[in-house]
């Protein structure tokens, strides 16, 4: 592995994860619910949930952040190793993972962890697990 020392960016990588702790802290003590992605999302997939209006704010400002920070600076260049295929694969993967392991990175790896939650840190664990599997398997087994 080579590591591209002129791409490290360390003070923005801390201020990305201060944000998103910031943001998880705000609108667990706003609302009393667990800021997990994929529980917002699969609960505007329902009909007649409820906090609609700060679950859509959410997720739009996860939508718009890019947006904006491409305002102020350039946005990285982003570059898949797959194609459509291997990216509809992935998607449809993590999906099933989150709804089997009742939620999500953001759900047990941000909130859940900070709440000192073993299910979460356990589901955490798994989830890097499988992720080093799956990099192993595909990048040294596989040739990928």
């Not at 799956?134 to 990048?139: E, G």
């Amino acid at each position: 592995m080579n590591v591209d020392w002129a791409s490290f960016t360390p003070w923005s990588a801390l201020a990305g994860g201060a944000l998103i702790g910031l943001a998880a802290s705000v609108f667990a003590l706003a609302n009393g619910r667990v800021a997990g992605i994929s529980g917002l999302l699969g609960s505007l997939l329902q009909r007649g949930g409820e906090g609609r209006g700060e679950k859509v704010a959410f997720v739009l400002g996860l939508l718009l952040a890019p947006l904006l920070w491409g305002l102020f600076a350039a946005l990285p260049t982003l570059h898949f190793e797959t194609g459509s295929l291997g990216l509809i694969v992935a998607g449809l993967l993590v999906g099933i993972g989150t709804r089997y392991g009742s939620g999500c990175t953001s759900g047990h790896g941000v909130c859940g962890i900070a709440r000192l939650s073993p299910r979460s840190l356990v589901a955490t664990l798994c989830f890097m697990a499988s992720g080093f599997a799956c990099v192993f398997v595909l990048r040294h087994l596989l040739g990928g």
